[in-house]
């Protein structure tokens, strides 16, 4: 489960199917109302039901394939007006896409998708030479262990 190990390691509180409904009012609280907690991970559950007004990105590590349905619900997560929003704001939504693999084929379908409600979006394919940086799952092994 993708989710919870990038949550583990990343030491960042995470929400999925079996965390207590008293554990997750808590990290969400937590989430509102400490400046210090400004990452969570939420699994699908959070598609529906969570309301993250101080949220202002969102980073999609896994889908439901083609979903529509579920792409809708998470960037209505991210577009809600917030409370601390002074002058212009913005979202980001991001898609994490494993490059050769089926998943390219339900983004695609999830552009498309993006692209009839009107929002605007940017493939990003080459993130440049990032050697020079302390990254986690910087080695191919470490990377295909997610996959």
């Not at 969102?58 to 579920?70: K, L, M």
Request: glycine letters at 4%; proline letters at 3%; a positive charge.
């Amino acid at each position: 489960f993708a989710l919870k190990m990038y949550a583990k390691v990343l030491k960042k509180p995470f929400i999925y199917g079996p965390t207590s409904q008293t554990e997750r009012m808590r990290i969400l609280s937590q989430f509102q109302h400490n400046p210090a907690l400004n990452c969570i991970f939420i699994s699908k559950v959070g598609d529906t039901s969570i309301d993250l007004p101080e949220a202002t990105v969102i980073i999609q590590i896994s889908s439901h394939y083609g979903s529509r349905r579920q792409e809708a619900q998470r960037l209505g997560r991210i577009l809600r007006p917030k409370a601390r929003a002074e002058g212009e704001f913005n979202a980001f939504f991001y898609t994490l896409v494993s490059q050769d693999t089926q998943e390219m084929y339900y983004s695609t379908k999830r552009q498309q998708f993006l692209i009839d409600q009107g929002y605007s979006f940017k493939v990003v394919t080459n993130l440049g030479d990032l050697s020079n940086h302390d990254l986690l799952f910087s080695s191919q092994k470490d990377q295909l262990e997610l996959l």
